[in-house]
């Protein structure tokens, strides 16, 4: 059997190691293992490995292709002018980037992209998605159902940093994650730093407005979770 592989730098990544995961993502359930392989090979893809901290996507850069997340955690960020970094959200394996630019006819990333740990990513060209489409309808279906709801994903990341207090986006944030989560119980899988990136907050007042609203009864938290009391969520 030939083994087929990208190669950067050193590093040889064969495709054939990541069939499994592939096929297991919503928007490849209507091929087949080897079909989708078979897709692959023939059409050709990209496969990057990039450090942590590494620039993966500069804002304002053009999208030509559907980023897939094989292995590792990207962030997208935001700068302001003060030097200040505001996370917008996190993406881990195998999670898709991208999907939502490349049609658009302003397809350029609003924000950079950003290697949060060490990332390997696909990279599917605009014309190999076509041909995905051309190959079989319900990609395109499925496709068209991950940019909804992705979009629906972002208006709510907005709608949490558009709060004009702390507590105002500290608190959509966590109803935001208690529906997601559909436990009163929010668990963080990032530090308290991380959360106020997040939230586009300084962590000494983010620390601050917890103590206060812990003192009002508002919630209980620790170095992991988040425990919403007294309030009710399902309205909000």
């Not at 989708?36 to 292709?65: M, P, T, V, W």
């Not at 924000?111 to 014309?127: C, D, H, N, P």
């Not at 507590?167 to 966590?174: D, S, T």
């Amino acid at each position: 059997m030939v083994t087929y592989f990208y190669k950067t730098g050193v590093v040889i990544i064969i495709i054939e190691n990541y069939i499994d995961l592939l096929a297991g993502l919503n928007i490849f359930k209507s091929f087949s293992k080897d079909d989708l392989l078979g897709k692959l090979l023939f059409s050709g893809y990209e496969i990057k490995k990039y450090g942590k901290d590494q620039i993966i996507h500069l804002e304002n850069e053009r999208c030509h292709a559907v980023d897939i997340i094989l292995e590792g955690k990207v962030a997208v960020q935001k700068i302001d002018e003060d030097g200040n970094v505001l996370i917008i959200n996190v993406f881990t394996a195998p999670e898709i980037i991208g999907a939502h630019l490349i049609f658009s006819t302003h397809n350029v990333y609003p924000m950079t992209v950003v290697a949060e740990s060490e990332a390997v990513i696909l990279r599917l060209q605009r014309k190999l998605i076509l041909e995905l489409g051309q190959h079989n309808p319900d990609f395109m279906v499925d496709l068209l159902q991950i940019i909804s709801d992705r979009i629906m994903i972002l208006a709510g990341k907005i709608k949490t940093i558009s709060h004009s207090t702390i507590r105002e986006q500290i608190m959509a944030f966590l109803i935001y994650e208690h529906h997601i989560q559909r436990s009163p119980v929010i668990k963080l899988n990032y530090t308290k730093k991380e959360l106020a990136e997040r939230l586009g907050v300084q962590r000494t007042s983010l620390s601050r407005e917890l103590n206060k609203m812990h003192r009002d009864g508002l919630l209980d938290y620790d170095a992991r979770t988040i425990t919403l009391k007294n309030i009710d969520t399902e309205n909000s």
